[in-house]
Every structure is written in structure tokens, then in C-alpha cells.
């Protein structure tokens, strides 16, 4: 039964993986991997300042979203 449930534990955590990145909620970790690979000699946003940043250029650039 233990072996049953590691699968399906597994399978839950890929699809919660999977709908996270359709929704957008791990662009925070996106941005830091790409900050981290470009080299940018100031210190990464902090994650509120990130959201917010993200928030207020869709609002002022609205693009094909659903809501």
C-alpha cells in the first residue's frame, strides 16, 4: 500500500508542479534563475517587489489574459 501512495503522491506533486507553472505562480524562482545566469551586478528584487513590479506592467501593458 506504502508503494501505491508514494506513486500517487508523486503524480499529485508533478501535476501541482505542472498547474503552478501554467499559472505563472513560479516566476519568482524563473526570474532569480535567469538574474542569477545573466550576471546583474545589483541584488535581485525581493519577491514582494518582484510581484508588485509584475502586477503594476500588466496593468499599465494589458495583453491577452483571461481575466
Given at each position: ?67
Amino acid at each position: 500500500m506504502s508503494a501505491r501512495l508514494a506513486v500517487v503522491a508523486t503524480g499529485f506533486r508533478g501535476f501541482a508542479r505542472y498547474l503552478g507553472g501554467v499559472l505563472g505562480a513560479d516566476a519568482y524562482t524563473k526570474y532569480l534563475e535567469h538574474h542569477r545566469a545573466a550576471g546583474h551586478g545589483l541584488p535581485p528584487l525581493s519577491e514582494r517587489e518582484f510581484w508588485r513590479d509584475r502586477t503594476d506592467r500588466q496593468d499599465s501593458n494589458p495583453q491577452g489574459r483571461c481575466c
